[in-house]
């Protein structure tokens, strides 16, 4: 597992909204700590070498990952 970033915030449109240093694809799968599916990558935007990560959850209550850290697979 590769650790994403830490969730910033949840955005008007209900998306979790982080900031990376790794590189990520759109529909990429994102997990919490317990392996399980919190989303997708839907949007990456801002800056090349530390760009934000706006994520389409597939959960219920998604406002509780708020400052939490979510990963991608290897």
């Known amino acids: 597992m590769n650790r994403l970033g830490k969730v910033l915030?949840?955005?008007s449109?209900?998306?979790?909204i982080l900031r990376t240093k790794i590189k990520v694809k759109s529909q990429t799968?994102?997990?919490d700590n317990r392996l399980n599916q919190v989303g997708?990558?839907?949007d990456v935007f801002g800056p090349v070498a530390n760009p934000y990560i706006s994520i389409r959850p597939?959960?219920?209550n998604p406002e509780r990952y708020v400052g939490h850290i979510l990963y991608i697979k290897d």
């Not at 449109?13 to 979790?16: E, G, P, Q």
């Open 58 to 60: 597939s959960i219920k």
């Open 40 to 42: 997708r990558v839907y």
């Open 9 to 11: 915030h949840l955005s």
């Open 29 to 31: 799968v994102v997990l």
């Open 13 to 16: 449109s209900k998306s979790l």
